[in-house]
């Protein structure tokens, strides 16, 4: 036999319960039936509902705390009719129930609230009406009997009366004529204070403001790029790894960036020293259920394309299933962003610090093009938008670096040549 | 929002399911047994929500067997934390559920069989169930000795408890469900129901360790599927219906609308963690530094699953105040989850002065903090 298999609770005492949930607050207006909170009580958890209309003048509880059987739970105040018109005024109606203990302040009558609200509404005096529930308490049959009579119609019962009325006769029933209501949207704005993980977001992108960005943007033909994936998509499979296009990116930008290393440098926070960083250890965007995360794929300088593939698998499922560790989101030096993986054709990429340069890689599409000869063929198209820290890197850099990589994306053949 | 739909409508629907033709007769006057064909904990917790919303049980009370693979269920005033092992679960790809009935923590796998009774109610009663159970067991192996207790458990022998129980009463209806161990993964669930985490302390409903046995180990015969039906034979026989067991798709819309996206708000964060009274956490953890052991302290207050208070305590040779304060204020408002610490220091890293030494104590500090999560 095993210990701790099934666990029950401490609580063994029926009376005392505890409130697990709250569904209204002070000033709330409630129905009847609503529910007003949950408590626990020894394994069973219990709803308790409202057994009014009316608004909640007091709670004598909040959450977690301690109830106890026969103790007031919740002051409701019923509404006031409108009319001066005298209404019949009883002792209170309180309640003794097993779970809850009601209160109702206010007036005092025969008739629970919706039934009242029923009669206002139809200008009847309860007076009038003949209560036929226990003490004479005026029942909703009741008014609507001393209305079928006063009328020779069976009103339409409100939603909420459908539940305790009897089926309509049908020979007496008229359809009343819809009134039509002006639309009204009860939307409310909701102001929250910004916490956690999106308040340090906000420090991030402050930082990142500080750095004077500018953009660069090309067109990738990746016809040859995508023929040659498609070759190499089985082989890969074989060998157990998802070949997606990124691997083929993150090595010409690592290419590119042994001719460029200034794109692949750290400037301390007031830009006086500028480092080289020797590994390109470059990021990838990932977008997750907490938000965007940037994990990094290290030394790409010595990884064959089929090694990045295989890590940004590692990285992806890491990334979904929530668990990347702190290596794989520290020490970066350079960053992809595949925002084209939701949609877009051009961006303005926001540099991460302490990085200098970022590239936002739009989605690939088909587009006519003209090739040497002058005909138009289908090419598959890709977008690439380049952000570089201004105060360091210039413009030719940018662009020159930007050419190697197309180059290489473009000639897949030609990455050959400088492959390490 | 309670829609109106009747029992009726459900068979009705019912109807429409590939059932045996055979065994389908118009008999089934006052009593349904339901069994799910999905052992995703999530998805069959949500057919109990939809019967409870939706299904008048008037006269039609309803049974509901259930079995989920590898799961831990807390109950709805538990705390994570404090019940079980949440960084093991997490490797081992177990799942946390929270339900909305009271009680203990439990583990769920295939071993282990699940029991909702769903009754109006006035006709809510915990003891008629277990005996019922009872029955249905004795009925298979006559020896057997089992017994309900006064607090509705189910004891072998008189010592190893077999079966737990909880309870959820709404305005109309209510229901009982209870677990029963057949071959469940011993070694497995002592391991997830152990929590490492130190120094919490909380209002939230304590677990009551128990001695605990499978029935398979008692006598082979007793698998899964010869007690589910045993327990379905004895069902329909004390409600005089037709021995059928009904087999539904949690995920069909159709049969039970609104039913999916229910299950989807079981998954939330705010469900699952953020529904934890609050607690406060008072430990400590150490760092290597040269060649002494530094104690961080740590205090933190959580309230909805969220950081309310942090005060972390770094000796000040080791790491700045300036910058043990700036982690202690980031962390407020934030969850108490080691995914969100992960890419809060990250960001706080980033925009720190980088200084290797620095950053690893970061580092350090960060998994150190993960751990406690």
Known sequence: PFRNLIQAPEHSFPVVLIIIALYVKEGDTVSQFDSICEVQSDKASVTITSRYDGVIK?????????AYVGKPLVDIETEALKDSEEDVV???????????????KGQKTLATPAVRRLAMENNIKLSEVVGSGKDGRILKEDILNYLEKQTGAILPPSPK??????????????????????????GQDRTEPIKGFHKAMVKTMSATLKIPHFGYCDEVDLTELVKLREELKPIAFARGVKLSFMPFFLKAASLGLLQFPILNASVDENCQNITYKASHNIGIAMDTEQGLIVPNVKNVQICSVFEIAAELNRLQKLG????????????????LSNIGSIGGTYAKPMIVPPEVAIGALGSIKALPRFNEKGEVYKAQIMNVSWSADHRIIDGATMSRFSNLWKSY???????????? | MLIP????NCFQLLYNLKVP??????????????????????QNLAVEDWIHDHMNLEGKPVLFLWRNSPSVVIGRHQNPWRECNLNLMREEGIKLARRRSGGGTVYHDMGNINLTFFTTKKKYDRMENLKLVVRALNAVQPQLDVQATKRFDLLLDGQFKISGTASKIGRTTAYHHCTLLCSTDGTFLSSMLKSPYQGIRSNATASIPALV???LEKDPTLTCEVLMNAIAAEYAAYHQIDNHINLINPTDETLFPGINSKAKELQTWEWLYGKTPKFSIDTSFNVLYGQSHLEIRVFIDIKNGRIEICNIKAPDHWLPLEICDKLNSSFIGSKFCPIETTMLINILRRTSPEDDELHSKWNILCEKIKGIM
């Open chain 1, 58 to 66: 007091k709670l004598y509880y909040n959450l977690d705390d301690i």
């Open chain 1, 90 to 104: 009883e002792t209170p109606a309180v309640s003794h129930d097993e779970h809850t203990h009601q209160e109702i």
């Open chain 1, 161 to 186: 009366a459908e539940i305790m009325l009897p089926p309509p006769k049908p020979q007496d029933r008229t359809i009343p004529i819809p009134i039509s209501k002006p639309l009204v949207f009860t």
């Open chain 1, 320 to 335: 979904s299933a929530g668990q990347l560790g702190t290596t794989d989101l520290t020490g970066g030096t350079f960053t």
């Open chain 1, 409 to 420: 994306l473009e000639n897949p053949a030609f990455m050959l040549l400088d492959l390490k």
């Open chain 2, 5 to 8: 739909f009747s029992t009726k």
């Open chain 2, 21 to 42: 033709a055979a065994g389908f007769k118009n008999t089934v006057k006052s009593g349904l047994i339901l069994q799910s064909i999905s052992n995703d904990v999530y």
């Open chain 2, 213 to 215: 046995k499978n029935l």
